[in-house]
């Protein structure tokens, strides 16, 4: 019995360090980033406005790398944000070689489990995805969700999101605008209710609040 149980035990936690390696996955796809210098050497980083999302991350890497890195507020031009950093050779290697610099999705994942998957796309939306509310024209509230990032894996993401049943509307080119450093990037919109009928969700408390609004709206439910 007790060796059962020790197997069951292992199981269960190697499947909770897929999930979480999933959503680092993800988030570093989306506002990650990986660099390298001759000062600091190899590291990883994450700045959102959504401490949670941060929070999240640092406790991943934290338990990958067995340290106790804490985040900090960082206050550009007033915008209080959120800011973590680990130094770390083998996160680095681990997160660019399986990404190809970016270029393309973990294949890690491609071969997961769906609910594997949708961890990982979790940490893609809680990033790069958005969720509004606002009226309509006859004064009714209306959702929009969509996903905006520059990656040459794009179409992949698109992919699996259609795979996992969720309706991708047109692919549109967003020109840079604010320097010429920036990226042209792409924009999709997610058709939310098969966004919620293939049981995806986000890890960003902001955003999943308004999922749930739109999950109980009488709209909704009269699909």
Same mark, same amino acid.
């Given at each position: 019995m007790m060796g059962a149980d020790n197997h069951a035990g292992k199981a269960q936690a190697d499947f909770f360090d897929q999930k979480s390696k *999933?959503?680092?996955?993800?988030?570093?796809?989306?506002d990650g980033c990986c660099s390298k210098s001759r000062d600091s050497g190899y590291n990883f980083s994450l700045t959102s406005a959504d401490k949670d999302v941060v929070e999240n991350v640092m406790h991943i890497v934290n338990k990958i790398l067995q340290k106790n890195r804490q985040l900090k507020i +960082?206050?550009?031009? +007033? /915008?209080?944000?959120? #800011? #973590?950093? *680990?130094y770390d050779k083998q996160l680095f290697q681990m997160l660019t070689s399986e990404t190809e610099s970016k270029s393309k999705l973990p294949k890690f994942v491609m071969d997961s489990e769906q609910i594997i998957k949708i961890e990982f796309i979790a940490g893609?939306? !809680? /990033? !790069?995805g958005y969720i509004s509310t606002g009226k309509n024209k006859f004064g009714y509230q209306r959702f929009s969700l969509g996903f905006i990032n520059s990656g040459k894996w794009i179409n992949e993401f698109i992919l699996l999101l259609e795979t996992l049943g969720v309706k991708v509307g047109k692919k549109t080119l967003k020109k840079k605008y604010r320097s010429i450093n920036e990226k042209d990037c792409y924009q999709i919109n997610i058709n939310l209710r098969s966004f919620v009928e293939a049981k995806m969700y986000f890890n960003c408390q902001r955003k999943q609040r308004l999922l749930e609004i739109y999950k109980s709206s009488v709209r909704y439910q009269s699909y």
């Amino acid at each position: 019995m007790m060796g059962a149980d020790n197997h069951a035990g292992k199981a269960q936690a190697d499947f909770f360090d897929q999930k979480s390696k *999933a959503y680092l996955f993800g988030v570093y796809l989306g506002d990650g980033c990986c660099s390298k210098s001759r000062d600091s050497g190899y590291n990883f980083s994450l700045t959102s406005a959504d401490k949670d999302v941060v929070e999240n991350v640092m406790h991943i890497v934290n338990k990958i790398l067995q340290k106790n890195r804490q985040l900090k507020i +960082k206050m550009p031009n +007033k /915008t209080e944000l959120y #800011f #973590f950093r *680990a130094y770390d050779k083998q996160l680095f290697q681990m997160l660019t070689s399986e990404t190809e610099s970016k270029s393309k999705l973990p294949k890690f994942v491609m071969d997961s489990e769906q609910i594997i998957k949708i961890e990982f796309i979790a940490g893609l939306m !809680d /990033t !790069d995805g958005y969720i509004s509310t606002g009226k309509n024209k006859f004064g009714y509230q209306r959702f929009s969700l969509g996903f905006i990032n520059s990656g040459k894996w794009i179409n992949e993401f698109i992919l699996l999101l259609e795979t996992l049943g969720v309706k991708v509307g047109k692919k549109t080119l967003k020109k840079k605008y604010r320097s010429i450093n920036e990226k042209d990037c792409y924009q999709i919109n997610i058709n939310l209710r098969s966004f919620v009928e293939a049981k995806m969700y986000f890890n960003c408390q902001r955003k999943q609040r308004l999922l749930e609004i739109y999950k109980s709206s009488v709209r909704y439910q009269s699909y």
